[in-house]
């Protein structure tokens, strides 16, 4: 205890935090042990994705974001609402940018339902927002829906037929 009989302890192993040492990653993750290339084998705490807390100790409020990125580099590397997005940290809830989706904003939203209606590819990183290219033969347009039936659409991703 520190100061002595204050009632507090001063906490010795890696994660565990609190007046008792006996919360773990600040009630909002785990505590695991990387791997020897990323972090030496050394522990972290493993921030809960869906609860939308960050830092060492998983203690600093924010939302959810990067759930692609696993758990070390998530914690190194992570940020809330993945980049794509405003986050409310009080309620922990993402007002995601046009073309993202999901708790985190880090799944690709291309317009069509399913994206691109299933006749294209949904390119997530062309600038401001994902959109639709390389449509299948015979199809074109910002959601692969537009037919192009007597021709070829030229140049590719033109709108052009």
Known sequence: ????DS??????????????CNVECGGHG??????????????????????????????????????????????????????HGTCNSDLHICNCYPGWTGIGCDEVDCPGDPNCNGRGYCNAST??????????QGWMGPACELPCV????????????
């Open 127 to 136: 600038y401001p927002q994902p959109m639709c290219q390389n449509c299948s």
């Open 1 to 4: 205890q520190t100061p002595m």
């Open 150 to 161: 007597h021709g070829v659409q030229f140049p590719m991703d033109s709108g052009i037929c």
């Open 30 to 83: 785990t505590i695991l042990t990387g791997t020897l290339a990323e972090n030496g084998g050394l522990p972290y705490c493993s921030c809960t994705y869906e609860q939308g807390y960050w830092g060492e100790f998983c203690d600093q409020p924010g939302c959810p974001g990067d759930g692609n990125l696993g758990n070390y580099r998530r914690h190194v590397n992570g940020s809330s609402c993945s980049g």
């Open 7 to 20: 009632g507090n302890c001063t906490c010795t192993v890696y994660g565990w935090v609190g007046a008792g």
